[in-house]
DNA sequence: TCACTCTATTGACGGTCGTTCAATAGCGCC
DNA sequence: GGCGCTATTGAACGACCGTCAATAGAGTGA
């Protein structure tokens, strides 16, 4: 048992250092096998301190999840420029590529979001709909996409089945390569617009 | 207080009312809120004996999910004969008036499924995937789907859109009616199979 | 009607984990 | 080199999961 001596560290680092942790042990747990007993004990630190910084498991994981769906928003940065469908397939490579690249860690963030309390999915919802609105409401309104109600449950059900399909090829590619995949995502929007009640 | 004298019911009785109380339960409650110590209360027993029916937290949970997922299959009964859009599109029918009718019920279990361990999941994928092969596997093979790899991804995926466009209609409509919405879902499947590079 | 048996049911106990809070000890500052 | 601020600790409490020997309800036979 070798007992490290209590470190003090600025409250900045070691809320930096609790998060990244939080992160890293979830890509190999789900949510509520993160418990606060654990972290603790990989971080060398005991239960309080965490408390002392997040104030409750729930407001942690809050933390865990949202620090997690930044790294996603910030790594999958949008095309600026381009035509509205070549934007769109930038959009979805640099997204199917972090998937690809962060594999265990993004599908915990999701389950641990569809399986989360309200607080949880509002926060994943925020990271979709960002990825989307990068997409589509600055990008392809108007153009591929017009902005319609209906339309807009389209497109939510459309990146659904977007993510059902990249985490369904990384399991197993069904014969479809990377481009096969980028290609049939960005095809399909304007198919699945294209049979939308008119709105 | 009053404490109900023991009833001694017999195993089946006390099976079928401990998981119908399960599922009415889970309808407001996430699954890791559903405590044995809820149930019991609920059902005027002791804890003992959910342990003594179902062994263990995980697997009373999975008979819930189970029990659940087994009414969902029994109340969208299958069509038999028309035409293959046809069938289709009665099969979704059952499954939005399924959805509207449980609407807590179904979105818990979607929740309980989606964050839940290895079990969980699998027994919800045996109801959706039982549901995707009355539609497809049996009625629509060699008509509108051909069967190959990239086909049953896609199928697959297209099933994620339709609970999610379903899910999200059923919060707000965005102007939609449930035949706009059939209509869609209906129409989305050969439009996305249409885009799916060459299997 | 009364044992008697079978087994459905209980309640108390041990262990894990989330949460609180008063006490402790690093680290910068004078 | 001492002092104060505050990051950090660890013991204590409650809630909940899981176990098991003891208990009591209900049918059965006389």
Redesign the interface.
């Known amino acids: 048992m070798t007992t490290t001596p209590r470190t003090r560290l600025s409250p900045e680092q070691r809320r930096e250092q609790l998060l990244d942790l939080g992160v890293r042990l979830l890509a190999h747990r789900?949510?509520?096998e993160l418990s606060i007993d654990l972290l603790a004990e990989e971080a060398g630190i005991s239960r309080g301190l965490l408390y002392h910084y997040f104030g409750s498991k729930q407001a942690f994981h809050e933390a865990v999840v949202r620090h997690a769906a930044d790294d996603l928003i910030a790594q999958t940065t949008p095309p600026t420029d381009g035509e509205p469908l070549v934007r769109l397939m930038t959009s979805l490579t640099a997204y199917v590529d972090y998937v690809v690249a962060n594999h265990e860690g993004y599908v915990s963030l999701?389950?641990?979001a569809?399986?989360?309390?309200e607080s949880l999915r509002a926060i994943y919802e925020d990271a979709r709909s960002s990825l989307n609105s990068r997409a589509f409401r600055e990008d392809l309104r108007g153009e591929v996409v017009a902005d319609?109600?209906?339309n807009?449950?389209?497109v939510?059900?459309?990146s659904?089945?977007?993510?059902?399909?990249v985490l369904?090829?990384i399991d197993?590619p069904?014969?479809?390569t990377q481009e096969?995949l980028i290609?049939?995502l960005v095809?399909?929007l304007p198919?699945?617009i294209?049979?939308?009640?008119e709105?």
């Open positions: 789900s949510l509520d999701v389950r641990a569809a399986g989360g309390n319609t109600p209906a807009r449950l389209v939510r059900a459309w659904a089945m977007a993510e059902d399909a369904t090829w197993d069904h014969g479809m096969d290609g049939f095809a399909s198919a699945v294209a049979v939308t009640p709105g």
